[in-house]
């Protein structure tokens, strides 16, 4: 009778240590890592008219902005560490592919550069660049706010 007390225990123990170990290896990194995407759409539209316009609003506004998009763009690639297996688990969990987070990660620091003066054909980069972090992150961006129309 003591022995299957302490089983029935040691099981319910067990089953308590797995599920946190589940908990906080895999599925917080990963929600985690939905968050980050989630801050990148809303920074995509909070600063739509600081990477619109380029140089034009004040040195703070651009600065912030700037500083903004290279953080986002740094804690989406450290999400490639933090989540175990990223690949494997990338695949399982519907999260955005290696290739796909580093390639995003250079496109944000692309538009954290060109927001502080406006060169030739910037405006159409930065359009570009937005467009692809979108496509990339499985961001939806409204076809009339496309500047390069996506073949049907």
């Known amino acids: 009778m003591d022995f299957t007390v302490f089983l029935t225990v ?7 240590v797995f599920g946190q170990l589940v908990l906080k290896l895999v599925i917080e990194p990963v929600q985690e890592t939905r968050k980050t995407i989630g801050q990148i759409s809303h920074a995509l539209i909070e600063y739509a008219n600081v990477i619109a316009n380029p140089g034009v ?5 651009i600065r912030n902005a ?9 804690q989406l690639q450290s999400h490639l ?3 175990p297996s990223y690949a494997a688990t990338a695949k399982i969990l ?6 796909n987070v580093l ?7 692309g538009l954290s550069n060109s ?13 570009h660049r937005v467009e692809k972090i979108c496509d990339l992150l499985s961001i939806h961006l409204p076809e009339n706010e496309r500047i390069s129309k996506v073949p049907q």
């Open 57 to 61: 609003p004040t040195e703070e506004v």
């Open 81 to 83: 560490y933090l989540v």
């Open 94 to 99: 519907g999260l955005p592919s290696k290739t």
């Open 66 to 74: 700037s500083a903004h998009l290279r953080k986002l763009a740094s």
């Open 103 to 109: 390639a995003s990660s250079q496109y944000l620091v």
């Open 115 to 127: 927001l502080y003066r406006a060169t030739e054909r910037v405006y159409e980069q930065n359009a």
């Open 10 to 16: 040691l099981s319910g123990v067990l089953t308590y």
